[in-house]
């Protein structure tokens, strides 16, 4: 199977799932909470679930790069395969907790297990799609990220169905039996490249090589600017729909994950197709695919900060959401123009480390915004971060090469 011509598709298959459940099992506890106080006292002060929350977020963004850096030595279809096992039994075993101790220590490990699947995972998918077909193949896997992210928004539909337990119980043991069909069915590759005949390295050696590539930082930047709107999105859009529309949170939650949800899916598979041809044509094809996208969400941020009806707000949503999937589809694919594959899942690493902490930050700030009563203003003055970062992407970014292979020298930003 690993031969066929068609298994570079069927890895793509087989990681979506892999990257739904990643979101989908992060996200049900924001969305149960209500179910959880009951059980769990502690969980009615918003202090408390914010330091459940934010443990994730922070040990997930430090794991990040080691995770990268043991992604490029290892083989990544076990690395893959047990952290979906790990964070599959640490879902399960939440629906046993009986304090808030034991979902914060779990919630801690759920950290850690996760952050080792993005790198290992997408640089899988980059070694095996050359450039006609990367762009496509990265952002189809990213939509599995959206689709758990708008599924988790029903966390607290099923938890009430049912209970909050069983929901843990039912994703977990899910998981647990995915992560069997992978070991089954998944496959490792890399691509032979002139460092394969070389001695081992040393762990930090890869690490070395990236944070001494200049364009790399350019490309941390790019990613990590846009974050700070991405992560608002995911965790504030929500609340900015309640507030606005005056709606209860059970109908603005939903309306707006799946608004970003499907159009991010629909940004994915115009920017996708675009990147993948156009960078046969001109070598700077994918950035001018992802600095369409990213263009596209400033009137988004706009409109969003100053809209006040439905349609408007759906609108701007939307428009966000094809944007952000254009772009999400290209980073790892531009990360290929100027990173050898040996170094590119500790390169991706150090580049989520970047993003999650950007979402951290706005996170916490946008909480304090929307105490204050001004959400929708700084949804607004988001539009001139993104700004920034086009300027960036168009004006720094010159990659020699569709597909980076040799790890020796380091290209200059601009002739």
């Known amino acids: ?4 011509k068609y298994y570079p598709w069927v890895v793509v298959g087989l990681l979506w799932f892999v990257a739904l459940l990643n979101y989908l099992d992060r996200q049900m506890l924001s969305t149960m909470k209500p179910a959880i106080q009951q059980s769990i006292a502690e969980l009615e002060s918003a202090t408390s679930f914010g330091r459940l929350m934010a443990v994730f977020l922070w040990i997930y963004g430090l794991m990040s790069p080691v995770s990268g850096m043991i992604a490029d030595r290892i083989n990544r279809k076990y690395l893959i ?3 979906l096992f790990v964070w599959s039994a640490v879902t399960l075993l939440m629906g046993y907790a009986t304090t808030f101790n034991q979902l914060y220590w779990l919630r801690a490990v759920m950290g850690v297990s996760e952050a080792l699947y993005i790198p290992a995972g997408l640089s899988l998918i980059a070694d095996y799609h050359q450039s006609s077909t990367r762009s496509l193949a990265v952002g189809i896997h990213m939509t599995g990220l959206y689709m758990g992210q708008a599924l988790g928004g029903f966390g607290a539909t099923v938890a009430a169905t049912f209970s909050w337990q069983l929901t843990f119980h039912w994703f977990g043991l899910a998981g647990i039996a995915y992560a069997v069909v992978l070991l089954l069915f998944l496959r490792e590759y890399r691509p032979a490249h002139k460092a394969d005949n070389a001695a081992p390295r040393p762990f930090f050696s890869g690490l070395r090589f990236v944070v001494l590539l200049l364009p790399f930082w350019v490309i941390f930047l790019c990613f990590s600017i846009p974050s700070i709107p991405g992560w608002a999105i995911k965790n504030w859009l929500p609340t900015l729909f309640a507030g606005t529309l005056h709606v209860p949170m059970s109908k603005a939650g939903p309306l707006a994950t799946i608004t970003t949800a499907v159009s991010s899916l629909i940004g994915v598979a115009i920017g996708g ?4 041809r156009w960078v046969q044509r001109n070598l700077r094809g994918r950035i001018y695919t992802s600095a369409i996208g990213l263009s596209l969400t400033i ?3 706009l409109f969003l900060g100053m809209g006040n009806g439905a349609f408007f707000l759906v609108a701007a949503a939307f428009c966000f959401g ?3 999937g254009m772009f999400d589809a290209n980073n790892m694919p531009i990360l290929c123009q100027f990173v050898a594959p ?4 500790t390169a991706y690493g150090l580049m989520n480390l970047g993003g999650v902490f950007s979402g951290a930050l706005i996170t ?3 909480g304090k915004s929307t105490d204050a009563g001004h959400l929708g203003r700084d949804f607004a003055l988001m539009a001139l971060v993104i700004l ?4 960036m992407l168009l004006c720094f970014l010159r990659p020699r090469t569709k597909d980076y292979r040799d790890a020796a020298p380091v290209f200059p930003l601009k002739k």
Do not use: E, I, Q, Y
């Open 1 to 4: 199977m690993k031969k066929s």
């Open 81 to 83: 395969v047990g952290s």
């Open 273 to 276: 197709p675009l990147s993948d």
């Open 299 to 301: 009137p988004a941020l």
């Open 322 to 324: 094809v944007g952000f």
């Open 342 to 345: 040996a170094n590119r899942a």
């Open 364 to 366: 916490d700030f946008l």
């Open 388 to 391: 920034a970062a086009v300027g």
